[in-house]
């Protein structure tokens, strides 16, 4: 085969495409300039068309002006008595007049239209070129008109003597092409005007495009609307909320989960981020105001953590994180932790008791053997049976009695006073429990390791609220520092294994407030804290039949059996 036919074809050459360029810099800049080009070019235009008819203008009124100058009652006088002569008078003054003026011409003429002054002496004496009845008639007549000497601007003016009779007229002429002359003339200076201009505006141009350039970093049209569709995209789809605010600290933008999170919709967007939220801690952090990075915030039920990072125009973008569930784990296994620790204190104290109870079987002491696991047992029971007597709710009684178990295996006491009494109509147990747990839980914190550690706690019911007060002998709360435990991410305890505090006293007041109550702290009887929580429309209305009969004390089965499987889950 030939070389022609082994040699590999050759690849054609890209042939260069000349269209519309793609970068926004490129398409801002070539606008910019056509719109200034177009404005330069038709504002030139308008500037022209007016000028013309200006200069038009000027030159008719000026040749009127040495009309009627010319037309005096002395030059009357002359044509009324002198005959039409090359030397006579009237040519003589007309002469004077257009050389002194600079007029194309001056013509007199009597009432006949003969002319009696002319830049050409052979047509003095001939009738004029054009109709002379409107000035003769005693009209002034300006116009743009061609005669015998060609187009020129004229000026009529009737001519009286001293009577004031019309004895004829006088016709005086500019020069057309020195009007034109002048329209030229002017238009140079005006183009170069118009590119000063156009200059002007093509360097502004130039230079808001690369600005904008900087600012859109040299993307294409096409780029930048793809950009904002995976935007879109991904602020609708990640599992994080965020929060765009501007300088002004308005929302900017909120995607789908923190509206879920804040539990706001998509009329939140333009609008302060105070008004949206209203006061509190969320607001605070979200602003700017608190400071530092996870930080907690309480909004609603929801246990929130929030990122906040400055933008170059002085807003700024914030992450919320739901954190509700793995709190409720992290105090879950807190609570387990201490359960276990409890446990195995409450099995070194199990294996003491049945070496006791061994050692008095072996000595054949049967009846104070008896007796010892009598006492034993009675001492559970007798703890269910309290609060099962007081607490009708089976979740509630079932918390108390293992956190009066697990009170009991730190050196403390926790016993319901002798007023309490909640029957089974809570509208929402689990909320209580989680006021009541958190209240119980910051107690033993406060008392453990001080001599005589007692936790009371009490129910009252005032129609449908319920009144909780739960009172301790620890060390108290300072005064100063009752407005500061309620707040989010405030405690003094050390942290937990799950690496933050400071909610649990923030979720009872927020469930408080969510339901029109109220939670405070103030001095308890022996020295300690005592924590009032007022929870309204807690408790469902009364069946008829209780209504009328009214709670008895003896709790039924039902109520009791959760209570002492708890028990037996704590021994």
Known sequence: ?????????????????????????????????????????????????????????????????????????RLAADLTGTRPSARGPVQTEAERIRTSTGAEYVVVMDTRGVRWSHTDPAAIGRRVSTDPSDVLAGHEVMEIDSGTLGRSARGKMPLRDADGRIVGAVSVGIEYDSVRDRLLAAIPGL?????????????????????????????????????????????????????????????????????????????????????????????????????????????GHRVLIANRMPTDDGGAVATLRDRTELERLGRELDSTRGLIDAL??????????????????????????????????????????????????????ALLVGKATVAAERGASLRLTPDSLLPDRLVDPRELV?????????????????????????????????????????????????????????????????????????????????????????????????FTVVLPDALTEPEPDLAVRGPGPEPDAAVRGPAAGSVEEAR
């Open 434 to 530: 989680t006021v009541v747990g958190n209240l119980v839980d910051n107690a033993l914190d406060a008392v453990a390791g001080t001599p005589g550690a007692r936790i009371d706690v009490s129910f009252r019911t005032e129609g449908r609220t319920v009144v909780l007060r739960v009172a301790d002998s620890g060390p108290g709360v300072p005064e100063e520092r009752r407005g500061l435990i309620f707040t989010e991410g405030w405690s003094t305890k050390a942290l937990p294994s799950h690496g933050k505090r400071g909610l649990g006293l923030a979720l009872v007041r927020r469930l408080a407030e969510r339901r029109g109550g109220s939670a405070r702290v103030t001095d308890g009887l022996d020295g300690g804290a005592e």
């Open 344 to 397: 195995r204190a409450q099995d070194h104290e199990h294996a003491n008791r049945m070496h006791t109870l061994l050692g008095l079987l072996e000595l054949e002491m049967h009846e104070e053997a008896v007796e010892f696991v009598t006492e034993v047992v009675g001492v559970h029971r007798a703890t269910a049976e309290q609060v099962t007597e007081k607490v009708h709710d089976p979740l509630l009684a």
């Open 1 to 73: 085969m030939s070389p022609a036919q082994t040699s590999p074809p050759r690849p054609r050459a890209r042939r260069r495409r000349f269209g519309w360029p793609q970068r926004v810099f490129s398409q801002v800049l070539l606008m910019q300039l056509a719109i200034a080009t177009g404005v330069t070019v038709l504002a030139t235009g308008l500037f022209l068309a007016p000028l013309s008819a200006q200069l038009d203008d000027q030159a008719m009124r000026r040749a009127l002006a040495i009309a009627g100058t010319t037309a005096s009652p």
């Open 191 to 299: 183009l170069a005007y118009a590119g000063g201009a156009l200059a002007a505006g093509a360097l502004a141009a130039y230079l808001i495009s690369r600005r904008l350039q900087r600012q859109t970093h040299d993307l294409a049209f096409s780029d930048i609307s793809a950009l904002l569709a995976e935007r879109e995209a991904m602020l609708h789809g990640i599992r994080e909320g965020v929060v765009a605010l501007d300088r002004n600290g308005s929302v900017r933008l909120m995607n789908d989960e923190a509206q879920r999170l804040l539990g706001l919709g998509p009329e939140a967007a333009g609008r302060p981020l105070d008004e949206v939220l209203g006061r509190g801690r969320t607001a605070d952090v979200l602003a700017g105001r608190v400071t530092g990075e996870d930080l907690l915030t309480v909004r």
